[in-house]
């Protein structure tokens, strides 16, 4: 297992190079910078020219790109280009809490609405649950987010009046978010478990414990659940990393001071240092879920070896 961790994590390493050098050439092959004198009307010539020598982008990009990994080297994400006096690291430290409260919230939600109901839609096969389950599953699949934030929005806040519309702090303030954030995962869980439980359920083993006398909810808990889970659980791997690392577009709807909010600013701002470190947590992130849920693979079903 050391093994082969090892050389997931040599591989991990081998991609986040890649995917950092292709997202700094990209973003300097598009036109325009974050001081662009055409954006900056009330800026004087002489003191645009200032930031971009203090920054370093009047260099050639190759050596912009050979000082920011020196920087990275050393875990220095460099500073904002337009947030005065601000590291990127502590962006990412101030905007991750509140993407992973809401994110944390809705994977549990996901969770334990989806894994029940796709079961319970298995069991009840060609039933009106079932039917009902993937309706909304498939609604759920197809609708996209902004479609169901303003949806809830225009029910919950403006006709209710019993939610906030937008804001970040309270209990009350996190449920339409999150219901946004976990609408989708709950759709894509439903269809994976009943799709697994169903395939489950005709293999032998099942029936070999129903004829042996065991109860049927251990029959479905133990033999059942635990076989069809799989698919879930990978699943959950890059999920958990999208969302805790925050929704771009729930977190600027809502105005969650997240980092999916960050993110989109500074896209707008070409914010180059701010794109580059939330790209890399992002993508570091995403690597050491998929690895975590490929260690408990092998924990939930000790049929999976790990390879090396």
């Known amino acids: 297992m050391t093994k082969y961790v090892l050389k997931r994590l040599l591989a991990a390493a081998i ?112 039933g009106w649950l079932d039917w009902l389950s993937m309706i909304l599953a498939t609604i759920g699949i197809s609708m996209p987010i902004f479609i169901i934030a303003i949806l809830l929005m225009y029910v919950f806040s403006m006709k209710l009046q019993i939610l906030p519309i937008y804001g970040y702090g309270t209990a009350s303030h996190l449920v339409i978010p999150v219901v946004c954030l976990a609408f989708s995962p709950i759709a894509y869980i439903t269809r994976l478990m009943r799709s697994s439980m169903l395939e489950v359920s005709r293999q032998d083993y099942i029936r070999s414990a129903r004829a042996r006398g065991v109860s049927e909810f251990m029959v479905i808990a133990k033999h059942g659940v635990r076989n069809s889970i799989l698919p879930v659980v990978t699943y959950i791997g890059p999920l958990i990393a999208i969302l805790l690392t925050g929704s771009f577009v729930v977190e600027r709807l809502f105005m969650i001071p997240g980092l999916g909010r960050y993110f989109v600013t500074a896209v707008s701002e070409r914010d180059y240092s701010v794109i580059l470190g939330i790209t890399i947590f992002y993508g570091a992130f995403i690597m050491l879920c998929t690895l975590l849920v490929d260690i408990a693979y092998a924990i939930i079903d000790p049929r999976v070896k790990f390879t090396d």
Not at 42 to 64: A, F, I, M, T
Not at 96 to 125: D, E, M, N, Q, W
Request: glycine share 8%; net charge positive; proline share 7%.
């Open 15 to 126: 991609s986040m190079l890649v995917l950092i050098t292709a997202t700094f050439f990209l973003m300097h092959a598009v036109p325009g910078s974050p001081f662009n004198p055409g954006e900056q009307r009330n800026v004087p010539p002489k003191v645009l020219e200032n930031l971009r020598s203090k920054y370093g982008l009047d260099l050639p990009v190759w050596k912009q790109y050979l000082n920011y990994m020196n920087s990275l080297s050393h875990g220095n994400l460099g500073y904002s280009f337009k947030k005065l006096n601000y590291t990127v690291n502590e962006l990412i430290v101030s905007g991750f809490p509140a993407s992973a409260v809401v994110g944390a919230l809705a994977i549990v939600a996901a969770l334990a609405v989806g894994v029940p109901l796709g079961i319970t839609s298995a069991l009840k096969r060609g």
